[in-house]
């Protein structure tokens, strides 16, 4: 018996192929060893830290790369479970001048997720379907078939509705896929309500504020008390209609494009404070008939599209110095209108800015079903009927792309790992 095993031994010593995995098993548990003995000589350091520096380092890391950080050790993954830690990291993902947002569409009641992406100047792939989706997510609804609604946007969260005439509301983390039902909503054909959707950084809350006109209801739905609150709050000289159901957030104030006496002004709402704000007026040039058309965010500044003349020339005026009306200029003149615009021809045309892309060589628009891209060094555009061109490339962020209806609808966001779970006390 002792002989056989020894022959046998001989033989699996004398054997190439025995060898090489030998050296294989020793390759592999040396280098599991090196990156054992890494992390914790890591763990160490990162551990005679001050908390307060640890979190601030933590939190100027992207939202992925937090997310494995988790999973590190049991110290690691206690203190990035804090809500806090991914709304600090959510916050300074905004103000990153290199403006790493994603988008997130709205398109045939369906989430896709793009990962990642760069716009193809070849107009034969600009009308591309969305083939080139990486993977479908299901949006948190039983019926996917309901149409769906954007609401807002704000640190990683989207705000949606979904069902006949809109009736339920509730916040969902394309990331994660955690999402939270809010409330339900019995909004009627003739009932006009727009809403806003920020974060209070004086109470650490995030707020929904719902505004109808007629009759007049102003409310505040706080995420901390899972509850709604009725506002007393009125503007001078109101009779002013919102034209767009969805608001910016910009400096903790929410921002609205109004229909009024004065077309080239935009209404503010004070999330600290609870109340509206000063009226944002837009300089024009008094021989000019000029109208606010769309409010957007470009690289954290507050944004109008300006329509000049009727159907002439659209502007892209930003707001430099935010609450500086010396501050507001003029980024972009689109110099020719496309040609879909003559399909409509009214005074209430919309038109959004979405983001930058290309390194801020073109730029993302949105109005109605259609998506323009405006390439600003040639002064030209391509329209995407329903369509965005996507073609994965790896060293580019991912997109989302969403829709509930037949059309388009779009907003720009940052990737977090806020859980609308995590946010009620109650």
Known sequence: MAVTMTISTKRKASNPNFQSKKVRRLGFRRARDTVVEKLSTEQALVSHLPVDLTMEIFA?????????????????????????????QAILAQENPIDDKVVCFLFDSSLYKVKPYWVEDNSNIFDSNLEAAENKIALPTKNARLSHEILGSCNGLIFLNHGIKRKR????????????????????????????????????????????????????FSLKDNCWRSINSTIEQFPYLLEHPVAVQVCGFLHWQVIGPNPDIV????????????????????????????????????????????????????????????????????????????????????????????NGRKLILQNFNNSIIYDIEKGSYKISHNRIPIIPREEHESWLMDSGSSTLKMTSYVESLVSPNSLCRV
Not at 291 to 307: A, D, F, K, N
Not at 323 to 344: N, Q, R
């Open 60 to 88: 100027r890391l992207p939202a992925k790369s937090l997310a494995k950080c988790r999973c590190v050790c049991k110290q690691w993954h206690s203190l990035l479970m804090d809500s806090e830690i991914a709304t600090k």
């Open 169 to 220: 509301f509730f916040l969902f983390n394309p990331l994660t896929g955690e999402s939270r039902h809010l409330f339900n909503l019995p909004c009627g054909d003739k009932v006009k309500t727009q809403f806003g959707f920020g974060y209070d950084s004086s109470t650490q809350d995030y707020k929904i504020i719902r505004f109808q006109t007629d009759p007049y209801i102003l409310q505040v």
């Open 267 to 358: 209404l503010t709402f004070d999330l600290g404070q609870e109340k509206f704000g000063e009226l944002i007026n837009i300089p024009k040039d008094p021989e000019e008939d000029t109208r606010i058309v769309g409010v957007g965010i470009l690289q954290g500044c507050l944004c109008v599209t300006r329509r000049i003349g009727f159907n002439k020339s659209f502007g892209i005026w930003a707001m430099k110095k935010y609450g500086v009306a010396e501050s507001w200029t003029k980024l972009i003149t689109l110099k020719e209108s496309p040609a879909f615009l003559d399909a409509y021809q009214t005074r209430y045309f919309q038109l959004f800015p979405i983001r930058y892309i290309n």
